[in-house]
């Protein structure tokens, strides 16, 4: 009697399902680093965004989660100079001379921060957070400072709405989607 056995077949189809998974793992990697990068850019060139300390900007974090679990950081500190200073917060005014994007400034912040450092915001974010949901594969774009969301409300110069519209394009590069 020639042929494979049911455990022969099981163990190809278990590597073939690893193989398959690993490519798309290793894709999706690719994906979260250009992401990355994309994310930066829209911050840097968003109309009217200004960078007083830098922690916005070096907060921005993209994580690839597998089966619920965090696999691999981007994190926008490794592409850019640190913050020149922590978070600034609510409590009086803020002279620059020159600030994070070079420039003479002075800024009274209306929200509390715990005046730590955006790129550990970030860390943080990316070790807590869990995806929800049962996908194999979860991609997340985060700007976890405290005022993110202030500053997205108040001047839409995060550049996350700008980030999420290019990641279709950067997508269909990496993951092959043709949408």
Excluded at 8 to 33: G, H, L, N, P, W
Excluded at 52 to 62: A, D, P
Excluded at 157 to 168: K, P, S
């Amino acid at each position: 009697m020639s042929g494979i056995s049911p455990y022969q077949a099981a163990q190809k189809v278990k590597a073939f399902r690893k193989a398959v998974m690993d490519e798309i793992e290793r894709r999706c990697t690719q994906y979260c680093s250009e992401l990355c990068l994309e994310a930066i850019e829209q911050r840097k060139n968003a109309p009217g965004a200004h960078n007083f300390t830098g922690n916005l900007i070096n907060s921005i974090v993209v994580g690839l989660y597998r089966e619920g679990l965090p696999k691999y950081a981007y994190y926008s500190k490794s592409y850019l100079e640190p913050a020149i200073q922590v978070k600034m917060t609510r409590s009086g005014r803020y002279h620059f001379d020159p600030d994070y994007d070079s420039t003479k400034s002075n800024y009274v912040p209306t929200v509390e921060t715990n005046r730590g450092w955006g790129e550990e915001d970030a860390v943080r974010f990316f070790q807590s957070y869990r995806p929800k949901g049962k996908n194999i594969f979860d991609i997340v774009v985060a700007y976890p400072v405290e005022y993110a969301d202030f500053i997205e409300k108040l001047r839409h110069t995060t550049g996350i709405l700008a980030t999420y519209a290019e990641a279709q394009k950067i997508a269909r590069t990496y993951l092959c989607i043709n949408n």
